[in-house]
């Protein structure tokens, strides 16, 4: 089995990774159930550890969900770009990359990065001064989608310069938008901002940027979660991909 998601693909079961390593295709991750010692995946571990590509031991569950399949193959294999890379490499790649804007909380964030990996985003970066301990929430919170594409750190001045520097369209989601997701091209290679949870985007991003999109709303409560507003765009992006 082989499933697309956006610039990664999928391959089932050990005798497909182990013809798609011998062939040469861009493996980046295998992954394997943490308690399979047959001689089969330790030689399919091997081979892939040889080319550079990740291990992922996962649990019972990990196999069935990523396969999406009620019947879970004995590997599965991500190939496609690096997970890793530097941000001028990210906003090159030709997709969209995520910018969450002083993120507040490392939970909401992790659960972020999940939505764009799913999304099939290029990549994530956080606009937020964590420590160690705070990263590493954000790759638990993930549940191993920070394996899978690039989640970087840095500034948005830095990241809003990199983007202008490369011809990326910066979009911006904030409630002072004036057009719908619907009302604007996002097929194209882009630079998607989210606000942090307390204070929103800057003004000065927000003038920066060659959009600002506004999603509907009709409760009390004035904003979304992160990951809802993410979520939203991102699948609203993915219906105009398929037009």
């Known amino acids: 089995m082989n499933v697309s998601a956006g610039p990664r693909s999928y391959v089932a079961g050990r005798p497909a990774i182990a013809l798609a390593l011998q062939e040469g295709a861009p493996v980046r991750m295998l992954l394997v159930a943490a ?4 001689s089969e995946t330790v030689q399919l571990i091997a081979s892939a ?7 992922w031991r996962g649990g019972p569950g990990d196999l069935r969900r990523m396969s999406r399949s009620p019947e879970p ?13 530097s941000l001028d490499e990210l906003l090159t790649r030709g997709g969209v ?22 999304s099939g985003a290029d990549g994530v970066v956080i606009d937020a001064a964590w420590n160690h301990q705070e990263r590493a ?10 394996l899978l594409l690039p989640v970087l750190y840095a500034s948005w001045r830095e990241v809003a310069e990199r983007a202008r520097a490369h011809g990326v369209r910066v979009i ?13 091209d996002l097929r194209q290679r882009c630079l998607c901002v ?27 409560v004035p904003s979304y979660n992160l990951q809802a507003a993410m979520a939203a ?11």
């Open 194 to 220: 989210i606000g942090g949870e307390r204070h929103g985007i800057d003004p000065a991003l927000l003038a920066q940027s060659d959009a600002v999109l506004r999603l509907p709303m009709a409760g009390f």
């Open 97 to 118: 990359t995520w910018l969450l804007h002083r993120a507040t909380y490392p939970s909401n964030a992790g659960f972020a990065v999940r939505t764009a990996e799913v």
């Open 73 to 85: 193959p004995d590997a599965m294999a991500m190939l496609g770009p690096s997970p890793e890379a």
């Open 137 to 146: 929430r954000v790759r638990h919170v993930s549940m191993g989608a920070a």
């Open 49 to 55: 550890e040889a080319q550079g590509a990740r291990i």
């Open 35 to 38: 308690a399979d010692q047959t």
């Open 233 to 243: 765009v991102a699948v609203e992006r993915l219906r105009q991909l398929t037009l």
């Open 172 to 184: 911006a989601i904030e409630d002072v938008g004036e057009i719908a997701p619907w009302q604007t």
